[in-house]
T-cell receptor, first 115, second 115 residues
């Protein structure tokens, strides 16, 4: 079984400040991990993914995340927040060993960026 | 990048009517499509997984006779909410993937409001 926990349903940062959104996962098999962003009344857009290989992955819009197996974490960071980063962020896990590629989502973190 | 189109984006209808939502993969062949439901300020709940040419696999608690899913071609899946009632009001999101086009790519969602 797999699960995802996102600590902090709401995170508020100032424009230009570091963004850190936390994600911890549980998986009995090697996980594939994702971060998605959702703007109001829209679907999800993939920010970045970890499958295998390099544990620090870079995504779009200046975001990156580091897979830490020992900590079962996949936290999302961005050095300097921009107003346009305000959105809902979802961490997700799957295992491509299965046939259906089901994504298990966390409960989401709403990021607010203050001017 | 991969594009998934979902239509309509917003629908309002009377209680008792049926509503069809379309999900199309525009530039790849989607062997698997997923349908999610999202309640306000909550995460995505997987409703069903559909593979082209076969019956959809519904998640526990989702009524297959209420939410009819058809995946007749590699580029189109439809979700029909039959005899819709106000409690069916929600944001419905589809996603699509293929073995060569992972991860899942999401449509922009459909806001369904039943009066």
């Amino acid at each position: 079984a797999q699960s995802v926990t996102q600590l902090g349903s709401h995170v508020s940062v100032s424009e230009g400040a570091l963004v850190l959104l936390r994600c911890n996962y549980s998986s009995s098999v090697p996980p594939y991990l994702f971060w998605y962003v959702q703007y109001p009344n829209q679907g999800l857009q993939l920010l970045l993914k970890y499958t295998t290989g390099a544990t620090l992955v870079k995504g779009i819009n200046g975001f990156e995340a580091e897979f830490k197996k020992s900590e079962t974490s996949f936290h999302l960071t961005k050095p300097s927040a921009h107003m346009s980063d305000a959105a809902e962020y979802f961490c997700a896990v799957t295992s491509y060993g299965g046939a259906t590629n089901k994504l298990i989502f966390g409960t989401g973190t709403l990021l607010a960026v203050q001017p | 990048g991969a594009v998934v189109s979902q239509h309509p984006s917003w629908v309002i209808c009377k209680s008792g009517t049926s509503v069809k939502i379309e999900c199309r993969s525009l530039d790849f062949q989607a062997t698997t499509m997923f349908w999610y439901r999202q309640f306000p300020k909550q995460s995505l709940m997987l409703m069903a997984t559909s593979n082209e040419g076969s019956k959809a696999t519904y998640e526990q608690g989702v009524e297959k006779d209420k939410f009819l899913i058809n995946h007749a071609s590699l580029t189109l899946s439809t979700l029909t909410v039959t005899s819709a009632h106000p409690e069916d009001s929600s944001f419905y999101i589809c996603s699509a993937s293929s073995p060569s086009n992972q991860p899942q790519h999401f449509g922009d969602g459909t806001r369904l409001s039943i009066l």
